[in-house]
């Protein structure tokens, strides 16, 4: 297949490459050869390509930093989307969509189906919603991927900083009151490659297996790293941050499972493959 892939440069995009390349001729873009906030470059960039299909990997996702910066955070998590929308309609190629489990509200007890209820409470959640709902609106041929808690070997993430702080800090404190899956980004990559074979298109959440808090998650990076340091809990709102985050964010993976597809690994599993490659 053909496979223009936004946001190329990025965290999942790095694997998304490395995953896709021997199988598929792709089309890489960046912010800066593809500004999709432009409606007539994104329509005019797909059109003239013909991907067979598109996979939508470029984000505004500093969380905090959307609270700061609304007017580029809609521009692109929720116009730059419509705008791919748009732009896939006209070519007649699928979509792929990277979503987050930040659309939910956090009030969920248990794993969250696709259908769970939407109430995004930061603006980084609610731009994304906002892409989402242009993709429905617009589109028949398209996966919504929701997914959470990324980390890869490129780009800055939770337990790069982790281990980064672990080098001058015996003492490091870490959230505990939040709960989702981290999400190693080649197995990401790796399931969108799977589903991009198929015509089941629709929502789906799509992470590592398992769940823990940050804290948890924090504890089991050291231990697997070797490294004796205090982690100390604390509460989401003694860690003040701009942005509000959901509590409890775990996605169920129902219906990457109803279509017959594996789940992905144990997040702890993941973890160890992360440290092994970045030592």
């Not at 223009?4 to 021997?22: A, P, R």
């Not at 791919?84 to 930040?102: G, M, N, R």
């Not at 242009?134 to 589109?139: G, K, Q, R, S």
């Not at 490294?227 to 860690?239: C, G, K, M, R, Y």
């Given at each position: 297949?053909?496979i223009?892939?936004?946001?190329?440069?990025?965290?999942?995009?790095?694997?998304?490459?490395?995953?896709?390349?021997?199988r598929?001729?792709?089309?890489?873009?960046t912010s800066k050869?593809?500004?999709?906030?432009?409606?007539?470059?994104?329509?005019?960039c797909i059109?003239?390509?013909?991907?067979?299909?598109?996979?939508?990997?470029?984000?505004?996702?500093?969380?905090?930093?959307?609270?700061?910066?609304?007017?580029?955070?809609?521009?692109?998590?929720g116009?730059?989307v419509?705008?791919?929308?748009?732009?896939?309609?006209?070519?007649?190629?699928?979509?792929?969509?990277?979503?987050?489990?930040?659309v939910?509200?956090?009030?969920a007890?248990?794993?969250?189906?696709e259908?769970?209820?939407?109430?995004?409470?930061?603006?980084y959640?609610?731009s994304?919603?906002?892409?989402?709902e242009?993709?429905?609106?617009?589109?028949?041929?398209?996966?919504?991927?929701?997914?959470?808690?990324?980390?890869?070997?490129n780009?800055k993430?939770?337990?790069k900083?982790m281990?980064?702080?672990?080098?001058?800090?015996?003492?490091?404190?870490?959230?505990?009151?939040?709960?989702?899956?981290?999400t190693?980004?080649?197995?990401?990559?790796?399931?969108?490659s799977?589903?991009?074979e198929?015509?089941?298109?629709?929502?789906?959440?799509?992470?590592?297996?398992?769940?823990?808090?940050?804290?948890?998650?924090?504890?089991?990076i050291?231990?697997?790293?070797?490294?004796?340091?205090?982690?100390?809990?604390?509460?989401?709102?003694?860690?003040?941050?701009?942005?509000?985050?959901?509590?409890?964010?775990?996605?169920?993976?129902?219906?990457?499972?109803?279509?017959?597809?594996?789940?992905?690994?144990?997040?702890?599993?993941?973890i160890?493959?992360?440290?092994?490659?970045?030592?």
């Open positions: 297949m053909k223009l892939i936004t946001g190329s440069n990025g965290m999942l995009g790095h694997d998304l490459i490395e995953v896709l390349k021997d598929h001729e792709l089309v890489l873009t050869t593809l500004d999709i906030t432009d409606r007539q470059s994104t329509i005019r059109t003239q390509n013909q991907p067979d299909i598109v996979i939508n990997s470029a984000a505004y996702t500093d969380v905090d930093g959307c609270e700061t910066n609304q007017d580029l955070a809609y521009a692109v998590n116009e730059g419509k705008n791919l929308a748009l732009a896939c309609k006209e070519a007649d190629c699928p979509l792929v969509h990277v979503s987050t489990d930040y939910f509200d956090g009030s007890r248990d794993p969250i189906e259908d769970g209820e939407i109430g995004p409470i930061s603006i959640g609610k994304k919603l906002k892409g989402e242009a993709i429905l609106e617009i589109l028949d041929k398209y996966f919504i991927v929701r997914t959470a808690w990324l980390y890869g070997i780009g993430n939770f337990p900083t281990l980064e702080l672990a080098k001058d800090h015996p003492e490091i404190t870490v959230v505990y009151d939040e709960v989702g899956t981290p190693y980004t080649p197995d990401l990559a790796y399931g969108i799977q589903l991009i198929t015509d089941f298109y629709g929502i789906y959440h799509l992470t590592n297996s398992g769940s823990c808090s940050w804290c948890e998650f924090a504890k089991y050291f231990e697997i790293a070797g490294l004796d340091i205090n982690v100390v809990p604390v509460t989401a709102s003694e860690f003040s941050r701009p942005a509000p985050r959901p509590s409890y964010s775990v996605l169920k993976n129902k219906k990457w499972i109803d279509n017959g597809f594996e789940p992905l690994r144990d997040y702890k599993e993941a160890k493959e992360y440290i092994e490659l970045i030592k």
